[in-house]
């Protein structure tokens, strides 16, 4: 392998007329431009322009829950009642449902695939599975419970084309400790921070592409059906909870104050204090003492909810403006350790900012809350609410909060399978946060850089580069739970955003993509898009063929090299114009940009596309001129992951 340069970016190669010697090319342009398969093929469900078939079916899943949490012995018990509705084809003898508590237990799966230590817990304690028909008759049903999945066998199947069942769970489980999961208890100067989530047992997705799809939660993320959830949460009077969607019942819960200044804060863009820092001691910030409360919560259409509770909460809110003309709620909860405006004082302005930018560029947010909590499972999000770092500060706090948000569109909204996807999440998440941070304050904390994979803040370009070049480095579509730690971020979240980028910015052009991306989103909004329904639908409505760039950046972890090889006039002569040799080295193509520099300080930039590669590994740019070329140069804006940046340019004497 070519050794390849990264810290001389922009050096300029001396020649004669020709550049230095440079290896054989290992590009073969049969094989870059073979005929693209798409993981998925095109069928009645799924159409050929990437949008849902005119037989696309989805089934749903609402819940009401009702638990209690006990703090002391951080023992949460909980009753649901799950109505699934079976809109697919055919009738369903079985649930599956995901029982994300037993990754904790010592002899999971997961256990043996994570290099992160787990305090381990017993799991979920299943004490009864019942299923209701349509007469309101109740009986028991029998589970099978294997590893994070547990199977529910029905007495009588749920019929075809819209037939529904209930079924009735109870459960409990013990919380893990403070450990920086996606979920846990941690402690605080004025009491422990419950961050609760994959608190109850959760349908599987029954889809057209795999039938049930039991993937074993082992630590990547998730895939849920859409539905309307009714939760109630029971906890100690001197907790606060704050949960996904809203809260039906601020009076039985709330201090009159208190609900006073939540309306104020529902009309203002200035943050507005619920709970102040030195009311968090104060039992009268508590509408009664001893005993306990239950905070009841309704979110429509989403895919889960979590809550956090605590008695030593902070609470700020201030209003979020949406398109026209609605409006939401943005709210922020932490520990008085957490206070002040060089932290968490700001965190109800990062997520209202970051909450209206997406909703301005993207896709109107949905629900009525929007909610950040500190601990230390952050970041980490749900819908309606995210955890974040409770000693996150400054542009470290902005960053992750705008993050986290973001998973909102991808993929509370647009519902991807990221247990198997995590560049559909991620990757396009992080792609959105670029224009947030560069808008947030006129720049202040842009450009976004995750400090994980670009340690040293360089050209983003040069960094990827990188990252192709490492050939033990997976591709992008390899599945989430096969992609080692040490790869998750430089692929799922940086190759993934990097994708976009060169899509935009290189291939589709801002016009075309955006309007393309918008559509993906509104199309799929609250569905189930497989990576063959985004590359045919970014295909279809940006007008391009793009089976060279998913088979180079998503199939496969190709690197790119193109280089100048030769720079001559044109019949011996420069007012003729000049005839520049150009190579494409590795298997990766990407249009390029040529600039030619002139002796009298002019320059002149000509795009080489990349259909030029269909036929050729070199080939000959002739360019129209009247004055000597001092120098070719490919790439001027570093903007392209070039292997070796020192033959992209070629000086003449």
């Known amino acids: 392998m070519r050794a390849l340069v990264f810290s001389i970016a922009g050096a300029l190669a001396m020649a004669v007329g020709i550049a230095a010697a440079a290896d054989a090319p290992n590009f073969d342009p049969l094989k870059t431009f073979a005929p693209f398969t798409y993981p998925d093929p095109v069928n009645a469900y799924r159409s050929a322009d990437g949008r849902p078939g005119p037989l696309f079916?989805?089934?749903?899943?609402?819940?009401?829950?009702?638990?209690?949490?006990?703090?002391?012995?951080?023992?949460?018990?909980g009753r649901e009642t799950?109505?699934?509705?079976?809109?697919?084809?055919?009738?369903?003898?079985?649930?599956?449902?995901?029982?994300?508590?037993?990754?904790?237990?010592?002899?999971?799966?997961?256990?043996?695939t994570s290099q992160f230590p787990t305090k381990f817990t017993s799991g979920y304690r299943v004490a009864s599975v019942e299923v209701q028909d349509a007469k309101g008759h109740r009986q028991s049903a029998q589970w099978l419970v294997s590893d994070t999945r547990m199977q529910v066998r029905l007495p009588e199947a749920v019929k075809a084309n819209g037939g529904s069942v209930r079924v009735h769970i109870a459960w409990s489980f013990?919380?893990?400790?403070?450990?920086?999961?996606?979920?846990?208890?941690?402690?605080?100067?004025?009491?422990?921070?419950?961050?609760?989530?994959q608190w109850y047992p959760r349908l599987c997705v029954y889809d057209d592409l795999r039938g049930w799809d039991t993937a074993p939660y082992l630590n990547s993320e998730f895939y849920l059906e859409y539905g309307d959830f009714d939760y109630k949460v029971t906890v100690p009077s001197d907790m606060i909870v704050a949960g996904s969607g809203e809260l039906v019942n601020p009076r039985d819960v709330l201090t009159a104050t208190q609900i006073k200044r939540l309306d104020e804060a529902r009309h203002s863009d200035r943050t507005v204090m619920i709970r102040t820092s030195a009311e968090v001691t104060d039992p009268a910030s508590r509408p009664k003492q001893g005993g306990t409360l239950t905070w009841h919560f309704r979110m429509h259409n989403t895919r889960d909810v979590a809550f956090g509770a605590s008695k030593a909460f902070v609470w700020d809110a201030a209003r979020i403006n949406l398109p026209q003309g609605k409006t939401a709620l943005a709210m922020s909860v932490y520990p008085v350790e957490s206070a002040g405006d060089a932290a968490w004082g700001r965190a109800t302005e990062y997520l209202k900012a970051s909450t209206e930018y997406f909703s301005k560029e993207w896709f109107p947010y949905p629900w009525p809350v929007a909610i950040n909590e500190a601990g230390t499972a952050g970041g980490m999000?749900?819908?309606?609410?995210?955890?974040?770092?409770?000693?996150?500060?400054?542009?470290?706090?902005?960053?992750?909060?705008?993050?986290?948000?973001?998973?909102?569109?991808?993929?509370?909204?647009?519902?991807?399978?990221?247990?198997?996807?995590?560049?559909?999440?991620?990757?396009?998440?992080?792609?959105?946060?670029?224009?947030?941070?560069?808008?947030?304050?006129?720049?202040?904390?842009?450009?976004?850089?995750?400090?994980?994979?670009?340690?040293?803040?360089?050209?983003?370009?040069?960094?990827?580069?990188?990252?192709?070049?490492?050939?033990?480095?997976?591709?992008?579509?390899?599945?989430?739970d096969e992609t080692s730690e040490k790869y998750r971020h430089p692929i799922s979240y940086f190759k993934g955003a990097f994708g976009l980028v060169l899509l935009r910015e290189q291939i589709l052009g801002p016009e075309?993509?955006?309007?393309?991306?918008?559509?993906?989103?509104?199309?799929?909004?609250?569905?189930?898009?497989?990576?063959?329904?985004?590359?045919?639908?970014?295909?279809?409505?940006?007008?391009?063929?793009?089976?060279?760039?998913?088979?180079?950046?998503?199939?496969?972890?190709?690197?790119?090299?193109?280089?100048?090889?030769?720079?001559?006039?044109?019949?011996?002569?420069?007012?003729?114009?000049?005839?520049?040799?150009?190579?494409?080295?590795?298997?990766?193509v990407l249009p390029n940009t040529l600039r030619l520099t002139y002796d009298d300080g002019s320059h002149q930039d000509v795009r080489v596309p990349v259909e030029t590669w269909q036929q050729h590994r070199e080939y000959v740019v002739r360019v129209p001129g009247t004055r000597k070329v001092v120098s070719a140069e490919l790439d001027?804006?570093?903007?392209?992951?070039?292997?070796?940046?020192?033959?992209?340019?070629?000086?003449?004497?």
């Not at 989805?58 to 012995?73: G, V």
């Not at 919380?175 to 100067?189: C, I, L, Q, T």
């Not at 020192?646 to 004497?653: A, E, H, Q, S």
């Open 512 to 588: 075309r993509f955006d309007g393309a991306f918008r559509k993906y989103i509104a199309t799929w909004a609250y569905h189930h898009p497989s990576p063959s329904d985004f590359f045919r639908f970014m295909e279809s409505e940006g007008g391009e063929d793009l089976g060279w760039f998913w088979r180079g950046w998503y199939q496969h972890n190709w690197p790119f090299d193109m280089a100048v090889r030769k720079v001559e006039p044109i019949d011996g002569d420069w007012s003729h114009g000049a005839a520049v040799t150009v190579a494409n080295l590795d298997p990766l």
């Open 636 to 653: 001027p804006s570093h903007a392209l992951p070039e292997a070796d940046r020192v033959n992209d340019v070629l000086r003449m004497k």
């Open 57 to 77: 079916w989805q089934n749903r899943a609402d819940y009401a829950i009702e638990a209690t949490l006990d703090p002391d012995s951080r023992l949460l018990t």
């Open 381 to 480: 999000e749900y819908p309606g609410i995210t955890f974040d770092a409770k000693r996150a500060r400054g542009k470290s706090l902005h960053m992750v909060i705008a993050h986290e948000i973001g998973h909102s569109w991808f993929p509370m909204i647009v519902g991807s399978n990221e247990r198997r996807h995590a560049w559909m999440d991620e990757g396009f998440n992080t792609f959105i946060d670029i224009g947030e941070a560069g808008a947030f304050g006129h720049g202040v904390y842009a450009p976004k850089r995750d400090s994980e994979y670009a340690p040293k803040g360089g050209n983003p370009a040069d960094e990827i580069a990188q990252v192709l070049a490492d050939a033990d480095a997976p591709a992008l579509l390899n599945g989430a």
């Open 82 to 112: 799950i109505t699934y509705t079976n809109h697919s084809p055919g009738a369903l003898d079985v649930l599956w449902l995901q029982l994300d508590q037993n990754r904790y237990k010592p002899d999971a799966r997961g256990a043996f």
């Open 174 to 197: 013990t919380v893990p400790g403070e450990f920086g999961g996606r979920m846990d208890v941690n402690a605080s100067k004025n009491g422990d921070i419950f961050e609760m989530a």
